[in-house]
Every structure is written in C-alpha cells, then in structure tokens.
C-alpha cells in the first residue's frame, strides 16, 4: 500500500508577529515546527504501516528550510521525503498551492492513500485538502477521528462532527483528512533521528512535475489577502471580592441568576 501524508511547515504560532505595513506574517527569525495536525496524519500512516505494511512518502511544498519539517517525519518513521520547491510556486494561495501538490502526488505512482492534517495552524482555511481530492479527482472523507478497518480496496473510518461521528466506508484511491482526537503522535527515536540524518531528501522543483504554469504560484492564486490582523481582545470581567469562598460563591451565584445564565 502506498501512503502520501502531506506536511507543511508553520511558524509556531504563539510566536507570530504580523508585519503591520505588508499584511504579511514575519517568519525570519520565527522558530518553524511541523504544523501539529500533520503529526497526527502521519501518526495515522505509521499505524496503518504497522498493521497492513505500506510505504509512506512525506510530501511538502515549501522553501527549502521545509527540510527540516520532513526531516523530523523521517524520525517518526516515514520511508521517504519528498520537497517541491522552486520560485515558481512562491505566492501560492490553496489553490495554487493544492494544484502543485496535486502534480506530486501525480508524479507518485499509483498512491492508495492521502493523509493530510485537518488543517494548518497559521493559514487555517483547512481548503488544500479537499481542493486536493478535487484536482485528482479522489473520494474525500474530511475529519476524520479513527480509522477503522481496511477490507480490500474499502477503508472504514469515523469521521467527526457537532453531535458525534459518522462512520464512513469509503473507496480508495481516498484522501483523508485528520482530527487531533485520532492519534497521540509519536516523539522520535535517537536511533530514528540518526536514521533520519543519513537519509536523503528528493527535492521536486517545477520542472519535475506536470502542471500547467498558469495553476501555480502568484498566476494560479485567485485570492487576494487585503487585510490581516490581529483581533483586539476585549477583556470584560469582574472579580468578586469576598471575606469567605462561601460568601463570594453566594454572590456569583445571584449575579448568574440576575443575568438569567441559571
Ligand atoms: C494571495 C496569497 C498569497 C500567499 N502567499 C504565500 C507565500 O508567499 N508564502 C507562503 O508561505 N504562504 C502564502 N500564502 C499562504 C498559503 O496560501 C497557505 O499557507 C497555503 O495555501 C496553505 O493553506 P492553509 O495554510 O490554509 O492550509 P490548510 O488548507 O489549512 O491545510 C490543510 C492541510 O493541507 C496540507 N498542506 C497545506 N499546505 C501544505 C504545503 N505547503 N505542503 C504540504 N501540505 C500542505 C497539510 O496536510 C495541512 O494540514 C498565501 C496565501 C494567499 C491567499
């Protein structure tokens, strides 16, 4: 079986300045992790491997410090690392973005299953999963909370929602996308980080894929940020002084009462 599990690398987000005069994140000097629900996707492959022996491949489209994300996938366990970058696929929005990743996952032969992250911490559309499934025209089952069971070319999942789950039997060729509840990823081995320093990354640049030149980067990317900031935070509260917990506890209670909450 062949598993593709699509990381990005974000800036960790408690960390995030936005510069105030391009509306554009400031990422140097910002520390980069692997956006946390593409753990858990890749957690997901791992166990799938482990259970039904399949090859996982970590896909990232990004700037070539996106080696370290994969590189830290390849400690967990994944079998190969591939990073498409190049200049032409700078100023991506999802679309673009989940275009180019199309076209890798294209160049991999006959893949089984996609795994992506429910989505990335800093962009946060949760769009290049879906639109994926869209351009390679692919079953989607989107938040997704277990996987069950594979039978043949049927993959049973539970997929979460509002009022509880649903579960899905959905055909593969499929791509997955995952919920943090479905797995508590792995931390690296020693013996996996040493594995993972000796490996190889193949790096795809635009000339190793088949896309059209007009679905990529800044001319394949309809959206337009306008604006982007922080939203002020409206710090409305009261603290209830007291001599005693039993007085202050009898006063909140008649508040909430007052203000009809019970
Ligand atoms: C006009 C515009 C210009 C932009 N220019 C830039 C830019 O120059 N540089 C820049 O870094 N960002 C840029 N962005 C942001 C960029 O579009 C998004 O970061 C990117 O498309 C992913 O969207 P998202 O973060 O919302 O991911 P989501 O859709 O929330 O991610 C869902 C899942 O998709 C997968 N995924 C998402 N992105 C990647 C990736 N790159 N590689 C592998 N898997 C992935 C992961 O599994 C992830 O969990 C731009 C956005 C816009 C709108």
């Known amino acids: 079986m062949e598993i593709v599990v699509c990381i990005k690398q974000v800036p960790d987000t408690t960390e995030v300045k936005i510069d105030p005069v391009t509306n554009t994140l400031i990422r140097q000097g910002v520390p980069s992790i692997v956006n946390p629900f593409d753990k858990n996707a890749l957690e997901a492959a791992l166990q799938l491997k482990a259970k039904y022996g399949a090859r996982v491949t970590v896909l990232s489209m990004g700037p070539p410090q996106a080696k370290d994300a994969l590189k830290e996938c390849l400690a967990m366990g994944a079998d190969e690392a591939i990073l498409m970058s190049d200049r032409a696929f700078g100023g991506s929005d999802t679309l673009a973005t989940s275009n180019t990743l199309a076209a890798g996952i294209n160049k991999i032969d006959k893949v089984d299953i996609i ?15 879906p ?3 869209e351009h390679l025209n692919l079953t989607q089952v989107t938040y997704v909370s277990k996987i069950d069971s594979i039978d043949g070319k049927i993959i049973r999942v539970e997929r979460e929602h509002e009022e509880g ?5 959905a055909q593969m060729p499929v791509l997955l996308t995952v919920v943090k509840s479905i797995n508590e990823p792995r931390t690296p081995t020693v013996k996996g980080l040493m594995k993972a320093s000796r490996k190889e990354i193949t790096t795809w640049t635009v000339n190793d894929i088949v896309v059209d030149s007009s679905a990529i980067g800044l001319k394949g990317s309809p959206t337009q940020v306008r604006r982007i900031f922080t ?5 409305q509260g009261e603290l209830i002084q007291a001599d005693t917990a039993r007085e202050a506890a009898a006063t909140l209670a008649r508040r909430l009462i007052e203000a009809k909450i019970i």
């Open 165 to 169: 789950y649903e579960v899905v039997d």
């Open 115 to 129: 795994i992506c992250g429910k989505q990335a911490i800093d962009g946060d559309t949760a769009q290049v999963g």
């Open 231 to 235: 939203p002020e935070r409206r710090i």
């Open 131 to 133: 639109e994926m499934a």
